[in-house]
T-cell receptor, first 118, second 117 residues
Framework: NAGVTQTPKFRVLKTGQSMTLLCAQD?????MYWYRQDPGMGLRLIHY???????AKGEVPDGYNVSRLKKQNFLLGLESAAPSQTSVYFCASSPIGTSITRRTDTQYFGPGTRLTVL | LAKTTQPISMDSYEGQEVNITCSHN???????ITWYQQFPSQGPRFIIQGYKTKVTNEVASLFIPADRKSSTLSLPRVSLSDTAVYYCLVGDIGALNYGGATNKLIFGTGTLLAVQP
């Protein structure tokens, strides 16, 4: 059971290049999320998905697109990278939970992708 | 907007009990309070979650007063390996199904706990 995995772990882009970050989870979770984390700041939600085929905007969606064609995968795309998108990107997933001790709000995070845009 | 406020950093020594408080004055009725731990170069890891009163698990306790405008994470007898950043998250993921989630998953800047020998 690998949990949440992210590909790649590191990437360097030039301004204007595009790339896709892949997130995969093997826990059969319904909800998936993409966050970015910048130095001195907490995690900020970029986009999220409440199920296969659905996506929605989070707090900082501009410059990013996402797709959830399969339940276990959530892709984050940068069409034209900018230096302001230099950050560490975390993917997370959470179940539809009704347990008293572990609700849907419990998110499981991947190890992160460190992206540098020059 | 359920913004959270935490101390930027705290220092402690091995074996001591550590209490980290998070303020969330605008918490909504359906919001839960969740605490995460993050080590360098890793993703956050769930510690504990609660709605009101006190919750305890094998690693921590969470104290939430009746007005729910703050919460305190208590780590008993910390060790060097507890050195990490601790985040308080206030939100209701159930609301994601109805849209408007931009204000529902707000992490604070976290508290850096440094445990010394």
């Amino acid at each position: 059971n690998a949990g949440v995995t992210q590909t790649p772990k590191f990437r360097v882009l030039k301004t204007g290049q595009s790339m896709t970050l892949l997130c995969a989870q093997d826990m059969n979770h319904e909800y998936m999320y993409w966050y970015r984390q910048d130095p001195g700041m907490g995690l900020r939600l970029i986009h999220y998905s409440v199920g296969e085929g659905t996506t929605a905007k989070g707090e900082v969606p501009d410059g990013y697109n996402v797709s959830r064609l399969k339940k276990q995968n959530f892709l984050l795309g940068l069409e034209s990278a900018a230096p302001s998108q230099t950050s560490v990107y975390f993917c997370a997933s959470s179940p539809i939970g009704t347990s008293i001790t572990r609700r849907t709000d419990t998110q499981y995070f991947g190890p992160g992708t460190r992206l540098t845009v020059l | 907007l359920a913004k959270t406020t935490q101390p930027i950093s705290m220092d402690s020594y091995e074996g001591q009990e550590v209490n980290i408080t998070c303020s969330h004055n605008n918490i909504a009725t359906n919001d839960y309070i969740t605490w995460y731990q993050q080590f360098p170069s890793q993703g956050p890891r769930f510690i504990i979650q609660g709605y009101k009163t006190k919750v305890t698990n094998e690693v921590a306790s969470l104290f939430i007063p009746a007005d729910r405008k703050s919460s305190t994470l208590s780590l008993p007898r910390v060790s060097l390996s507890d050195t990490a950043v601790y985040y308080c998250l206030v939100g209701d993921i159930g609301a994601l199904n109805y849209g408007g989630a931009t204000n529902k998953l707000i992490f604070g800047t976290g508290t850096l706990l440094a445990v010394q020998p």
